[in-house]
Nanobody, 128 residues
Framework: QVQLVESGGGSVQSGGSLRLSCAAS????????MGWFRQTPGKEREAVAR??????????SYADSVKGRFTISQDNAKNTVYLQMNSLKPEDTAMYYC???????????????????WGQGTQVTVSS
């Protein structure tokens, strides 16, 4: 049974940092496309970042709104994906979700419906 468990969310002041973790079990992420999404009440879930470790170039990509501030990475030995978030802004406040494996293959900032597996989410709140 595939399980993705996010952690690391919390409350932070504007300009602060957080590191989110997504630990996978029952599933190896080493060859899978992994993504981070976020969602606020009343809005659609949006892609934040993705990583595909099997590529040498273009391993990662980011939404324009987080480029230069967020970094996605993964540790295959720990079967875990991370999202380092720096210079946080109030507009980064959201529930953050980890997702795995685009159903049609490939790896890109896909629509949420294209990812096969999801975690339960972790809340990030940034105050001004």
């Amino acid at each position: 049974q595939v399980q993705l468990v996010e952690s690391g969310g919390g409350s932070v002041q504007s300009g602060g940092s957080l590191r989110l973790s997504c630990a996978a079990s029952g599933y190896s992420i080493s060859t899978k496309c992994m993504g981070w999404f976020r969602q606020t009440p009343g809005k659609e879930r949006e892609a934040v970042a993705r990583i595909w470790a099997i590529w040498t170039d273009g391993r990662t990509s980011y939404a324009d709104s987080v480029k230069g501030r967020f970094t996605i990475s993964q540790d295959n030995a720990k079967n875990t994906v991370y999202l380092q978030m720096n210079s946080l802004k109030p507009e980064d406040t959201a529930m953050y979700y980890c997702a795995a494996e685009i159903q049609g293959g490939g790896c890109y900032l896909a629509n949420p419906s294209e990812f096969r597996y999801w975690g339960q989410g972790t809340q990030v709140t940034v105050s001004s």
